[in-house]
């Protein structure tokens, strides 16, 4: 298919989404033996695209605010994939000084872009790539003191090229297991439907829990999540969203560790590298409509 009408048919597939998410899975008797034999989860919380450069009722802020103080569990961290070069984003005075911020609670900083906007590490040629990715490590080890480890890239698209130059650069590619779809690429912010988007997500990734793909780190498995700092929805809704997280554990038979979410940054470090791509082969699972649209234009 002409990757222009794929674009176009995406995008209808999304706009048309809230009206036809899939109930969740239902609980059979083999899943629920294979999941008494696995530990709780944790859920690992990650945010796309930001720090929003915005001085008037920053988004990245409020779900920095939400993440210290919220009913469920006090100074939770998470990973910010961050872009250090977009104007209205880590490319500004203020998005340096949130990334700053994020550095200085606790939270882990990863490499998203270090080009002017959101480039898909594809279209980028060899030398391009790596200038952008050496361009973001010395971005974010000019706020931590550390080249950073994690990598997410924008659509999530990559393939053998761009995995073998992460690499080189240091940097680990972490995909995601449940996304909240508020990327603003659609052009939408809202999420009317978030909470049946995340139960059936969970549902899906329960399976797997107790089909044991998924590796125990620290005596938890860690359930990756994404969400869009720069969607001020999002933003508004971080608090809801943890607590949706919360309902859609008990909603599908997943048992949740004494702490759900984590507050520790060494153990989110190593939890996270634990979920890693080990190698560009193996076969992943991208949220939404990426799997289809990337499958067709073979890595
Ligand atoms: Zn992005």
New binding site residues.
């Given amino acids: 298919m002409n990757q222009l009408v794929k674009v176009l048919s995406a995008f209808a597939i999304a706009v048309g989404l809230p009206g036809c998410i899939a109930s969740p899975i239902e609980m059979t008797p083999q899943t629920e033996q294979g999941l008494r034999a696995q530990p709780p989860i944790r859920f690992l919380l990650t945010f796309?695209?930001g720090p929003s450069a915005s001085s008037w009722w920053n988004p990245t802020v409020t779900v920095l605010d939400s993440l210290a103080r919220n009913p469920l569990q006090a100074d939770i961290k998470a990973v910010f994939f961050v872009q250090t070069r977009a104007s209205r984003a880590g490319g500004s005075e203020l998005g340096r000084e949130i990334m700053q911020r994020e550095q200085a609670e606790g939270h882990i900083l990863g490499l998203?872009t270090a080009t002017p906007g959101?480039s898909n590490h594809r279209s980028l040629d060899a030398p391009a790539l790596q200038q952008s990715l050496s361009n973001g490590s010395a971005d974010i080890a000019a706020i931590t003191g550390a080249p950073p480890t994690l990598l997410r890239p924008?659509?999530w698209s990559y393939d053998k090229r761009t995995f073998a130059a992460y690499r080189q650069q240091g940097l680990h590619l972490l995909l995601t297991d449940l996304s909240a779809n508020d990327?603003k690429i659609w052009g939408f912010n809202a999420s009317p439907r978030r909470r049946a988007n995340l139960l059936r997500q969970l549902s899906e990734v329960r399976e797997r829990i107790a089909r044991g793909e998924l590796p125990t780190v620290d005596g938890v498995i860690p359930v990756v999540v994404t969400f869009?700092d720069l969607n001020r929805y999002t933003a508004r809704h971080t608090r809801e969203y943890l607590q949706i997280l919360l309902d859609s554990a008990s909603a599908t038979g997943v048992k949740l560790a004494q702490k759900p979410f984590y507050d520790d940054t060494a153990a989110l470090q190593r939890a996270a590298m634990a979920r890693t791509v080990r190698d560009s082969s193996q076969a992943v699972k991208l949220p939404g409509i990426w799997n289809w649209l990337w499958n067709s234009n073979p890595h």
Avoid: Q, T
């Fill in positions: 796309d695209d998203h959101h924008p659509f990327g869009h």
